[in-house]
């Protein structure tokens, strides 16, 4: 029976991945001419992987199956990316990363790699700028952050609503640069259809050409996927997942694990249900609840009037509304975990609190934000163009 091996170092939680950069063995830069890496996928994963590896002197070879590495699945990450620089001075911190991390990810993930994540998180920021990824910034110059859902810091650094799409470009460019001296050599409209396996080891990949059809072998001394996560589409999900996983299912029927292979996002940020034409949700952007607050009528028979057309939100007063949210959760408030923000919204609906002509939808308000920041200002920290637009089409329903 197989052994499951993570390789993940000893020693303690927070020391085991530097003890193994000390020790681990090194190749000098004569001998990383003579090395070639396969990489599939050239998202930020793949991307980054790629012009890492050539960076530092291997031989590369690049696959996806889009026609471009621009059109990777990445750029729908709207919100941000976290790291723990502590800029506003609100105790942030490795730890507090990798503890909000963990408890984010619903306790599955490996903790020591968890912990590697953390550790970097802050050096991956300076990359990225240094790439030239136009993160916000303050008055003063430094790199802005905004809030996002289960945790109590400000650490999300983010470029508009397009974070993804900046990221991505920019580790585009990193490789392009690579392309340009010769150390990438691309393949677009490729899809690797079987990996090749000598003494137990990936040596290559079959791969096919998607423009011309033909059957091609490639070799290497190493493979690297970064192909993008396993996920189900349920009717009226959010999920748009540009990887097709193809490649994870071929290395599984090789041999290699696959675990926890249904990823589901609870979104507490959807547009609500318009009618049985939709095939999906609208996503807006997660950081909407920054600065949002959460409101129900507070009476059944303001809920009633309110989806019957008979009263408009606006004219509810303050203390006929219930910021449940706050209410429930004082410590955290609006910035619950989606998960746990998406089931507090279910349960004001099931009790007949909910908005909307479905009765299925709560209020998220942006009076105190506006009031607070200025109307202008509101929308270039938070909306991108498609979630203004959005606000704009559905007036108080959203705002």
């Given at each position: 029976?197989?052994t ?17 950069k ?32 050539a ?27 976290n ?37 970097v ?22 790199l ?20 993804g ?29 079987d ?97 949002g ?35 429930r ?36 308000d ?34």
């Amino acid at each position: 029976m197989a052994t499951l091996d993570s390789k993940i170092p000893e020693g303690s939680i927070s020391e085991k991945w530097t003890h193994h950069k000390n020790k681990i063995n090194l190749v000098n830069p004569a001998n990383k001419r003579n090395i070639d890496v396969i990489v599939v996928g050239t998202g930020l994963a793949g991307g980054s992987a790629a012009a890492t590896l050539a960076e530092l002197g291997y031989n590369v070879k690049a696959f996806c199956f889009q026609d471009s590495p621009r059109r990777a699945h990445s750029i729908a990450a709207q919100g941000g990316i976290n790291a723990a620089k502590n800029y506003q001075g609100d105790g942030d911190s490795t730890y507090r990363l990798f503890y909000d991390t963990v408890k984010g990810g619903d306790y599955r993930s490996r903790e020591a790699n968890v912990y590697r994540l953390a550790e970097v998180s802050a050096n991956i920021i300076d990359q990225c700028v240094a790439q030239g990824v136009p993160f916000a910034r303050e008055y003063g110059g430094l790199l802005d952050n905004r809030s996002f859902g289960g945790v109590l810091v400000s650490r999300t650094f983010y470029a508009k609503g397009q974070t993804g799409q900046q990221l991505l470009l920019g580790a585009y460019s990193a490789m392009n640069r690579q392309i340009g001296r010769g150390k990438i050599k691309m393949y677009n409209r490729h899809e690797m259809l079987d990996l090749v396996i000598v003494d137990g080891k990936a040596r290559g990949i079959i791969a096919r050409n998607l423009i011309t059809g033909k059957i091609e072998r490639h070799s290497a001394h190493a493979v690297v996927l970064g192909t993008g996560g396993y996920g189900n589409v349920f009717y009226l999900s959010t999920n748009a997942m540009g990887s097709n996983v193809t490649a994870a299912w071929k290395i599984h029927k090789k041999g290699a694990y696959f675990a926890n292979p249904c990823y589901t996002q609870i979104h507490p940020t959807c547009i609500p249900v318009s009618g049985d034409h939709q095939s999906k949700l609208t996503l807006m952007s997660e950081s909407l609840r920054n600065d949002g607050r959460i409101w129900v009528p507070a009476k059944l028979e303001d809920a009633k009037a309110i989806r019957e057309g008979k009263l408009k939100p606006t004219d509810l007063k303050e203390e006929d509304r219930d910021y449940y949210l706050e209410r429930r959760y004082p410590s955290f408030g609006n910035l619950v975990p989606r998960d746990v923000a998406s089931r507090a919204a279910k349960e004001r609906c099931d009790a007949g609190f909910g908005v909307n002509k479905t009765g299925e939808a709560v209020y998220l308000d942006f009076a105190a934000a506006i009031e607070r920041y200025g109307k202008e200002q509101a929308r270039v920290k938070h909306l991108d163009e498609n979630d203004a637009k959005l606000v704009k089409k559905l007036g108080t329903e959203v705002v």
